[in-house]
């Protein structure tokens, strides 16, 4: 039903910005909550950021609090996530999901669809 594409991932500095994005062509988008997750190498995938249908509530995982913000545009289709004073630990492939009426916002789990990642890598 829906299929996130994400974009906007590459390489940066440590301190440097990123804006990455996860689009869906379905209208129906609007009505799911989104999340943020990453994965490096050797690690499980976790949790970074989620965002509710509407854009009302956030939720942000302790290690990115302060420095990442997560919004949405319904109107697009649209989910973004803006990443400032990126660290080397921020480097992984950020997968963007959805998921209708989750159960829990800050587990993978949780989430129905998924896009295929897009690699941000932070130099040191």
């Known amino acids: 039903q829906v299929q996130p594409v994400e974009s906007g991932g590459g390489l940066v500095q440590a301190g440097g910005s990123l804006r990455l994005s996860c689009a869906a062509s379905?209208?129906?988008?609007?009505?799911?909550?989104s999340g943020w997750f990453r994965q490096a190498p050797g690690k499980e995938r976790e949790f970074v950021a989620a965002i509710n249908w509407s854009g009302g509530s956030t939720y942000y995982s302790d290690s990115v609090k302060g420095r990442f913000t997560i919004s949405r545009d319904n109107v697009k289709n649209t989910v973004a996530l803006q990443m400032n004073s990126l660290k080397f630990e921020d480097t992984a492939v950020y997968y963007c999901?959805?998921?209708?009426?989750?159960?829990?916002?800050?587990?993978?789990?949780?989430?129905?669809?998924w896009g295929q990642g897009t690699q941000v890598t932070v130099s040191s």
């Open positions: 379905s209208r129906t988008f609007r009505s799911y909550a």
């Open positions: 999901a959805a998921s209708f009426g989750p159960k829990n916002f800050t587990i993978a789990a949780a989430y129905d669809y």
